[in-house]
């Protein structure tokens, strides 16, 4: 099975409630499918780069999942048919992608480096 991320744009007209209620669609066909979910990450509601449908936000959720590749297809049918999302974009992860993704899991890049304080001496 290969390892694939997925990230959706959901309209922000949607409550909480509704936004949560669609992910949790979306995982359940994931699941069915024989789908394993690595990760998952709410980003909330955050501002688009450019309109979409006239919007200037989202909601915004990526998925990283194991899954066999004829469940993308069907996966992204869903996406296309379902009409709170508004985007999104399902790539399939290299050995670069998995390594980075591992640790951005762990939390490698949120710490703060050390810095080292210096007594200057007059």
């Known amino acids: 099975m290969q390892q694939y991320e997925s990230v959706i744009i959901l309209t922000p007209l949607l409550s909480e409630e509704a936004a949560k209620e669609t992910i949790a669609k979306f995982k359940a066909i994931l699941t069915e499918g024989g789908?394993?979910?690595?990760?998952?990450?709410?980003?909330?509601?955050?501002?688009?780069?450019?309109?979409?449908?006239?919007?200037?936000?989202?909601?915004?959720?990526?998925?990283?999942?194991k899954a066999p590749g004829e469940l993308i297809k069907k996966l992204e049918?869903?996406?296309?048919?379902?009409?709170?999302?508004?985007?999104?974009?399902t790539i399939a992860?290299?050995?670069?992608?998995?390594?980075?993704?591992?640790?951005?899991?762990?939390?490698?890049f949120n710490k703060k480096p050390e810095t080292k304080t210096e007594e200057v001496a007059n």
């Not at 049918?77 to 974009?89: C, G, I, S, T």
């Not at 670069?96 to 899991?105: C, G, P, S, Y």
Request: without cysteine.
């Open 93 to 108: 992860l290299d050995k670069h992608a998995l390594a980075f993704a591992e640790k951005k899991r762990s939390g490698a």
């Open 35 to 65: 789908a394993e979910i690595v990760a998952e990450d709410n980003w909330g509601l955050k501002k688009l780069a450019y309109p979409i449908q006239k919007k200037t936000t989202g909601f915004y959720h990526l998925t990283e999942f």
């Open 77 to 89: 049918v869903e996406y296309k048919r379902d009409e709170r999302v508004m985007r999104f974009l």
